[in-house]
């Protein structure tokens, strides 16, 4: 039971261009969710968060936005840079309904590869 | 500040042996996470240790793992016997307990350690 998809396996762009990731949630009790990033070889990196009370989060090139109706969020990156090429996945935690900590279900991660 | 520690980072180790995973977290943190990635999938939630008690263990494949976080510092999963299907790369995650009313913690994950089985 997959409660939490990335559908689009990898994405290719253009640097400079606007990257967006897409996650889909089955389970609305989600309140939370987290963006990953990870490098090969290495473990996944906290990029940014959004809590359920919010419909956009920005820091800095990072955009998630949070569509609750669809169940839907999408990360943005704006300018695209060649070093953003990494895996991004998307998650949430699993305890929710007041607490939003505890284990995390991730999607399957979408491989972004930024073209100079 | 030192992040979570992970050894070894790599394993090769033949069906029916025994291997030891080890997390060291960043100090500090109460919380500590193990996952797994299989064939370049999702990331799976295996347990989740508070301090030195085991909060959820409800992501363990079988009784062939085994994980434990004496005095609620590092933490190690061990793995016996060891089967073809255990292949992949087990992350650990620490994180500080949210005090009551904030709901969220971020993990911070090690490296991870690829483990082989042949």
């Known amino acids: 039971d997959q409660q939490v998809k990335q559908n689009s396996p990898s994405l290719s762009v253009q640097e400079g261009r606007i990257s967006i990731l897409n996650c889909d949630y089955t389970n609305s009790m989600f309140d939370y969710f987290l963006w990953y990033k990870k490098y090969p070889a290495e473990g996944p990196t906290f990029l940014i968060s959004i809590s359920s009370i919010k419909d956009k989060n920005e820091d800095g090139r990072f955009t998630v936005f949070l569509n609750k109706s669809a169940k839907h969020l999408s990360l943005h990156i704006v300018p695209s840079q060649p070093g953003d090429s990494a895996v991004y996945f998307c998650a949430a935690p699993a305890n929710a309904g007041g607490t939003s900590y505890g284990k995390l279900t991730f999607g399957q991660g979408t491989i972004l590869t930024v073209h100079p | 500040e030192a992040g979570v520690t992970q050894f070894p980072s790599h394993s090769v180790i033949e069906k029916g042996q025994t291997v030891t995973l080890r997390c060291d977290p960043i100090s500090g943190h109460d919380n500590l996470y193990w996952y797994r990635r299989v064939m370049g999938k999702e990331i799976k939630f295996l347990l989740h240790f508070v301090k030195e008690s085991k909060q959820d263990e409800s992501g363990m494949p079988n009784n062939r793992f085994l994980a434990e976080r004496t005095g609620g510092t590092y933490s190690t999963l061990k793995v016996q016997p060891a089967e073809l299907e255990d292949s992949g790369v087990y992350f650990c995650?620490?994180?500080?307990?949210?005090?009551?009313?904030?709901?969220?913690?971020?993990?911070?994950f090690g490296p991870g350690t690829r483990l082989t089985v042949l």
């Open positions: 995650a620490s994180s500080h307990l949210p005090a009551s009313g904030e709901g969220t913690d971020t993990q911070y």
